[in-house]
């Protein structure tokens, strides 16, 4: 599961990596959470690259209130085409979702250490995304949206079991171009990331709090056991 992640890159670096003709101006977010509006970068009706902003927690379109449909945060890759929550955003509706890092916490309860996992140097990455769009029968309505997930790699598994699936720059195209309405052809994306290319960082505790936001929160702090990374 990818319960916690951050957006620390400037908007102009943003919208070179991702090709983008607009990004609005936003803060560093070193401790993003379910729930809150989050940048998603998907296509739009010309086939550009799109930056818009969703709620993380994806509402299908059929739920008539979402206020009795469990948040879904993650889509799980192996079985995202045969969910009825996943399965029309899959094929209708991608996203890529712009990030430096996301975190995953081991040890018990009361004392769980929170890992910061990402690229050397917090490189920009992109998760796989899906995203809805949801009108209620009173004329509301907002878009959501959840992170792809799969098996972890070499890396990643020392500290969880699941990881985002990271989209290679090369392949943002065919995974965003949903107008053939299907999901065919993009099977070999949902795979993790190779593992030599991320790192895993023991953090400070206070990310464990999503109120609390700021670099410090990347402050590195001694593991508990140096074997596990």
Not at 87 to 105: K, Q, S
Not at 156 to 175: C, G, K, L, N, Q
């Amino acid at each position: 599961m990818c319960s916690r992640y951050s957006l620390t890159s400037p908007p102009e670096a943003v919208r070179a990596y991702f090709k983008l003709t607009e990004v609005p101006d936003y803060p560093p977010r070193y401790n993003i959470a379910p729930t809150q509006p989050v940048a998603i970068i998907r296509q739009d009706f010309k086939g550009q690259h799109e930056f818009a902003l969703a709620r993380w927690g994806l509402i299908p379109g059929w739920v008539k209130d979402p206020r009795e449909f469990a948040t879904l945060i993650n889509a799980r890759a192996e079985s995202a085409a045969e969910k009825p929550s996943f399965r029309a955003a899959l094929r209708h509706r991608r996203c890529i979702v712009p990030t430096n890092g996301f975190y995953e916490w081991t040890g018990r309860a009361g004392h769980k250490v929170p890992h910061l996992i990402r690229r050397p140097g917090a490189a920009l990455m992109a998760f796989a995304g899906l995203w809805e769009h949801w009108l209620g029968a009173d004329g509301s309505e907002f878009d959501t949206m959840a992170i792809v997930t799969a098996a972890a790699n070499a890396t990643v598994s020392a500290v969880h079991d699941r990881m985002p699936v990271i989209v290679a720059e090369r392949d943002f195209d065919r995974w965003l171009d949903c107008r053939g309405g299907s999901a065919e052809g993009i099977g070999d994306l949902l795979e993790p990331e190779p593992a030599d290319l991320l790192e895993i960082l023991a953090v400070n505790p206070k990310v464990s709090n999503f109120r609390n936001e700021g670099p410090d929160l990347w402050t590195p702090v001694a593991p508990p056991d140096a074997k596990l990374l």
